[in-house]
């Protein structure tokens, strides 16, 4: 048992010799290269982060512009104007706002 023993520990660096790599082996692919992977995310962050303050401005805009509509009393303009840039939230507050509105007696 003591000799099998022997004589498997006494092969075992032999064998995980003859499994290494060459030494002529490149091996540069296998590592990220870690600075390069941080300014692509910093890059795509940024570049979000100025979609978005335009996103917010324009959706300002749209709202302000949709709010004097329905305050002036035409809440089907301020729906029809939501409607068509798409934006699904600001329709459902006109259809709200004016809904709890007294309507002008004609």
Not at 2 to 15: C, D, E, K, Q, S
Not at 74 to 98: I, Q, W, Y
């Amino acid at each position: 048992m003591i000799r099998a023993l022997t004589l498997f520990f006494g092969l075992l660096p032999a064998a995980a010799a003859a499994q290494a790599p060459a030494q002529g082996v490149d091996s540069r692919g296998l590592w990220s290269d870690w600075r390069r992977v941080n300014a692509a995310s910093l890059e795509a962050e940024a570049r979000r982060e100025g979609e978005s303050r335009r996103t917010i401005t324009a959706a300002r805009s749209l709202g302000e512009r949709v709010g004097e509509l329905v305050a002036s009393g035409d809440c089907e303009g301020g729906e029809r104007m939501a409607l068509e840039a798409g934006d699904f939230p600001l329709v459902e507050a006109v259809r709200d706002f004016c809904r709890t509105r007294p309507r002008p007696r004609s």
